[in-house]
């Protein structure tokens, strides 16, 4: 995964883990894979500053859930149209 952690929106993924996420033990914010035997964590469940600070604290070693909107941003919980639309 490109891990730039000053810009989220780079991240790609390397290889795709072939488990889905409902295979994985854990809640909507981080699962555990039997198959790599590690943690998972889902971006869009996360804030930016969260997900920056993630990526930061592995050093480039990180297993993640991405969702990638049309315009190529990753979704966050922060995203401004979530943020929008409680208001």
């Known amino acids: ?25 854990g809640d909507n914010r981080v699962r555990f894979c039997d198959q790599c035997q590690l943690n998972v964590y889902n971006i869009a469940e996360l804030s930016r500053i969260e997900a920056e600070a993630l990526i930061a604290s592995t050093e480039g070693r990180l297993c ?7 315009d190529g941003t ?8 979530g943020l929008r639309a409680l208001r």
Do not use: G, H, Y
């Open 1 to 25: 995964m490109d891990t730039n952690p000053t810009n989220i929106d780079r991240l790609r993924i390397a290889t795709p883990c072939p488990i889905s996420w409902e295979q994985m033990t």
């Open 64 to 70: 993640a859930r991405l969702f990638r909107r049309a």
């Open 74 to 81: 990753i979704l966050t919980k922060d995203c401004p149209v």
